[in-house]
Nanobody, 124 residues
Framework: QVQLVESGGGLVQAGGSLRLSCAVS????????MGWFRQAPGKEREFVAAVSRTGGTTTYADSVKGRFTISRDNAKNAAYLQMNSLKPEDTAVYYC?????????????????WGQGTQVTVSS
């Protein structure tokens, strides 16, 4: 059974940084494209970033380009989301997802496995 566990969320002031981690167990991590999504209260889950199985290809939502960086470490079975220059509108629960695919996917319904989420709150 594949399990994903996010960590690293918290409260930060606007302009600050956070690094989210997603630890994966129970599967072959190198087979999965990994993605980060977020969901604010009253809103649908939205795509943030995704990275291919090898880490060689990444894709980002326009709203986070230039501020967020997705990465992965296949030796540690983990994916990361470095978030810089945070804005109040980045406040949401952040989820990592995994799907057996060769290229990054930006639609949440394409993902097979999900973590429980970690709260990110950015104060103004």
């Amino acid at each position: 059974q594949v399990q994903l566990v996010e960590s690293g969320g918290g409260l930060v002031q606007a302009g600050g940084s956070l690094r989210l981690s997603c630890a994966v167990s129970g599967g072959t991590f190198s087979k999965y494209t990994m993605g980060w999504f977020r969901q604010a209260p009253g809103k649908e889950r939205e795509f943030v970033a995704a990275v291919s199985r090898t880490g060689g290809t990444t894709t980002y939502a326009d709203s986070v380009k230039g501020r967020f960086t997705i990465s992965r470490d296949n030796a540690k079975n983990a994916a990361y989301l470095q978030m810089n220059s945070l804005k109040p509108e980045d406040t949401a629960v952040y989820y990592c997802g995994a799907v057996t695919a060769t290229v990054p996917r930006s639609s949440w319904y394409m993902y097979d496995y999900w973590g429980q989420g970690t709260q990110v709150t950015v104060s103004s």
